[in-house]
């Protein structure tokens, strides 16, 4: 979280949940709605934390994206929120892979833009 | 370093040409995935599931980002994993681990294996020709191909055991280090090897003068004559008295060995023609080359410089017999593909053996023959006037009568070989002013026909009245003045007289003519 405000972006929601699953983070980089995925691991022993992110599941976040902005636009007729009754220019879809092995400092990679 | 692009070179082969392909890597920003383009097949695009983990075995793992390799020009169908080690290399040099553009101008052959051993791969030595030819100067192969790679000269050749050991060499590259030459093999002398001779045969003299007419003019022979009586001991033994082959003869019919045999089979130069004897239930795509989308030489052209030798002709299908028409008059064979289209050289001597009948009896008056007119009738239809119209030689092999055993042995093949060879220089030097051909198989009639090399009429009186009686065709005309011209080269001759010429009519039709 700290990361994502570092980058500049600004955090709208936290584990999202709609009939097709769940997005951990949604947030606003600029004029892009980011829908993020993160992924946490101990080891590296079953591969990178991003390596976890497969197509199949990378299609399914663009689903996710999809059905986010079909949900707040719903919700910006209603009442103002959402994406913060903001105009959103683009989406796109980030993973976040995070490396915390004991004793040592996390390492956080930021893969910006997949599956486009 | 998550952004790279890493580049070297490979081979990529179509029959025996090769194509210099450029492997280019490129890492980018994304989630792990690992493309190969550049019309790859099945083997070549499985390569990033063995290079992923070899990679990772030697210390030098595959980067977890968006990796593309393209293999160009793109165009180019691309075979085997023989491109496991060219795109690893590349991609190791995209990712910093094997320091930049060292590897850029050098040739790298080879597949991996999960482990990150080198494994050797096929046609190195038709790939490493045309790399030299292509000007490269550096060859990464694999150890078991070392030997056939360093055939080729003109390049240096290194002999990769590991993906290891070879990041290894371009981290000491980058200190000045060059990459460490494979040893050249020490040249153990070929054992003596005592083949079949020329020697073991007994009697014979009609067939062995046309086995050495043969030998001297690269004539195509057919025997034909009654089970057991040494037609196919004749034709194994044909090889033993042709000259050695050329260096580039011999690289030739090695480069096909690489396509065709067991990986590192290829070690040496080897100057013994070839002898192949397919059996008479092969196809046609094993005779003439080809298989689906990849076409491999046949056995025709493994025959290249060497003896092609169809045992029991007639057996063989009548589309096998008739695919051997064009390679017997053009050198070589094209064969067309869906996707590409390949070029094998085939320039054999075809050596013919067949029975007279199917039982095998009807040789002399053939009373002990059981079948029918029909049948012996259909059974000598099978080798077609078109296919015979190329044999220039012609003998019937009798049975051996007891009285042949109590002569002394024939001549070895030793003494036969070193009179062919000698016939062979006098033919060189003949036709090197003339079309530079090798051998008077492979003049053009019309060449024959005309001064300087016009025979006088009485010379070729036999033979006009055979053509005028519409029992020679002109094809068969030419045929015969070849025939001659190697009696006459044989008997160390100028130019060929009546008894050359009755030689070569005596020995294409089969029949006895009065000299």
Partial sequence: MRYLREQGMEVLERNWRCEHGEVDVVARDGDCLVICEVKTRRSSGFGEPVEAVTFAKARRLRRLAAAYLAASAAAARGAAGGTGGRHVAEVRVDVIGILCRPGRPAVVRHVVGVGS | ?515
Avoid at chain 2, 38 to 57: E, H, N
Avoid at chain 2, 90 to 111: F, K, N, Q, Y
């Fill in chain 2, 1 to 515: 370093m998550t952004h790279g692009l890493g580049r070297t070179r490979s081979v990529a082969l179509a029959g025996l040409e090769g194509t210099p392909v450029d492997v280019e890597a490129h890492i980018a920003q994304g989630l792990p995935h690992f493309a190969v383009g550049g019309l790859p097949d099945p083997a070549c695009a499985q390569a990033p599931d063995r290079i992923r983990p070899a990679a990772a075995v030697s210390g030098v793992p595959v980067p977890p980002h968006r990796i593309t390799v393209n293999l160009s020009p793109a165009s180019i169908p691309k075979r085997g994993a023989g491109f496991d080690l060219p795109i690893a290399v590349a991609v190791l040099s995209a990712s910093g681990a094997i320091p930049g553009g060292l590897a850029r101008d050098v040739v790298h052959l080879g597949e991996l294996a999960l482990d990150g051993r080198v494994r050797g791969v096929h046609g190195v030595l038709p790939a490493v020709l045309a790399a030299a030819r292509a000007g490269a100067e550096h060859v990464v192969v694999p150890v078991e191909n070392v030997g056939e790679a360093q055939l080729v000269d003109g390049v240096t050749v290194h002999g990769a055991t590991s993906l290891r050991e070879v990041v290894g060499w371009y981290a000491a590259a980058q200190h000045g280090t060059p990459l460490p030459p494979a040893p050249t093999p020490s040249v153990v002398p070929a054992p003596v090897r005592s083949g079949p001779d020329l020697a073991d045969v007994v009697g014979q003299p009609e067939a062995r003068l046309a086995l050495e007419l043969a030998a001297t003019g690269g004539h195509h022979l057919l025997m034909s004559g009654p089970p057991g009586v040494g037609k196919t001991m004749l034709a194994e033994r044909l090889v033993t008295v042709l000259p050695p082959l050329s260096r580039e003869q011999a690289l030739e019919t090695h480069a096909i060995r690489s396509l065709t045999g067991q990986v590192g089979e290829v070690v040496e130069l080897d100057r013994t023609p070839p002898f192949v004897a397919p059996h008479h239930s092969s196809s046609v795509a094993s005779v003439a080359g080809g298989g689906s989308g990849v076409a491999l030489p046949g056995a025709i052209s493994r025959a290249h410089h060497g003896v092609l030798f169809l045992d029991e002709a007639p057996e063989f299908k009548g589309s096998v017999l008739q695919t051997l028409r064009q390679p017997l008059e053009s050198g070589r064979v094209v064969i067309a593909r869906s996707r590409q289209v390949v070029c094998y050289p085939a320039r054999f001597l075809l050596v013919l053996a067949a029975n007279p009948c199917p039982c095998g009896r009807a040789y002399g008056k053939g009373l002990e023959c059981t079948c029918k007119p029909m049948e012996i009738r259909s059974y000598a239809g099978r080798l077609s006037g078109p296919l015979l119209d190329r044999v220039d030689l012609q003998v019937h092999v009798p049975p051996v009568q007891r009285a042949a055993f109590g002569d002394a042995t024939g001549e070895p093949s030793a003494v036969v070989k070193a009179r062919v060879t000698t016939a062979r220089e006098a033919q060189r030097q003949r036709w090197a002013q003339h079309g530079g051909w090798a051998t008077n198989g492979l003049v053009p009639g019309h060449v024959l026909r005309r001064a300087p090399f016009r025979l006088p009429s009485e010379v070729t009186a036999l033979l006009d009245r055979s053509l005028d009686r519409g029992r020679l065709t002109l094809r068969g005309y030419d045929r015969v003045l070849r025939v001659a011209w190697s009696a006459a080269d044989l008997a160390g001759r100028e130019v060929p007289g009546r008894d050359e010429v009755a030689t070569g009519l005596a020995l294409r039709t089969g029949e006895l003519v009065a000299a």
